[in-house]
């Protein structure tokens, strides 16, 4: 099983700084086959980032991903109010699929 | 899009139960349909898929021997049947299409 690290665990940053959040796999993933989703509390997760690098429809352009192998990351450019939330990624290609254990940015 | 989860519920240790999920306003014949589940105040554990013609099914190891996937594209609808079941699957379980596409999930909780 691929074992898929966050970090850091916990992010604590202002309205209007930079987010950068890592996930490093425990061995290579396929980019295709690599996503980020965002959760809210008491909703369900909002697929973000596909394909490493690809926003998902209606996602702002303040998020980006990109990496490959067993390196992405995660950026969140000028944080809003409403991004402040916990982070999963998640590898597809191998199964079985696994989450890594998530990444929380909360409020400075 | 929706999906709707039904069938969570409070069962027993060893007890059995069926989740379902009600897909309408995307071509679900199309897409690959997985469980997610989270348990309380945990992160996200992929549980199981199955291919769009039901051809192809993968599991979690934890719940390998115990739960069984299906699909019936003639009725937009996915289950997942779970048996023998323990505490450590309590949890919402999500049913997702594709990876866009989740429902508000449904609580299951295994107590005695």
């Known amino acids: 099983e691929i074992v898929l690290t966050q970090s850091p665990g916990t992010l604590s940053l202002s309205p209007g700084e930079r987010a950068t959040l890592s996930c490093r796999a425990s061995?290579?993933?396929?980019?295709?086959?690599f996503a980020w989703f965002q959760q809210k509390p008491g909703q369900a997760p909002r697929l973000l980032i596909y394909?490493?690098?690809s926003r998902a429809t209606g996602i702002p352009d303040r998020f980006s991903g990109s990496g490959s192998g067993t390196d992405f990351t995660l950026t969140i450019n000028r944080l809003e109010p409403e991004d402040f939330a916990v982070y999963y990624c998640?590898?597809?290609?191998?199964?079985?699929?696994?989450f890594g254990q998530g990444t929380k940015v909360e409020v400075k | 899009v929706q999906l709707v989860e039904s069938g969570g519920g409070l069962v027993q240790p060893g007890g059995s139960l069926r989740l379902s999920c009600a897909a309408s306003?995307?071509?679900?014949?199309?897409?690959?349909m997985n469980w997610v589940r989270q348990a309380p105040g945990k992160g996200l554990e992929w549980v199981a898929n199955?291919?769009?013609?039901?051809?192809?099914?993968n599991y979690v190891d934890s719940v390998k021997g115990r739960f069984t996937i299906s699909r019936d594209n003639a009725k937009n609808s996915m289950h997942l049947q779970m048996n023998s079941l323990r505490a450590e699957d309590t949890a919402v379980y999500y049913c997702?299409?594709?990876?866009?596409?989740w429902g508000q999930g449904a609580l299951v909780t295994v107590s005695s």
């Open positions: 199955i291919k769009k013609d039901g051809s192809e099914k």
């Open positions: 306003g995307l071509n679900f014949s199309n897409l690959w």
């Open positions: 998640l590898q597809h290609g191998t199964s079985p699929q696994t």
């Open positions: 997702v299409a594709g990876l866009g596409y």
């Open positions: 061995q290579s993933v396929n980019s295709n086959y």
């Open positions: 394909g490493a690098s």
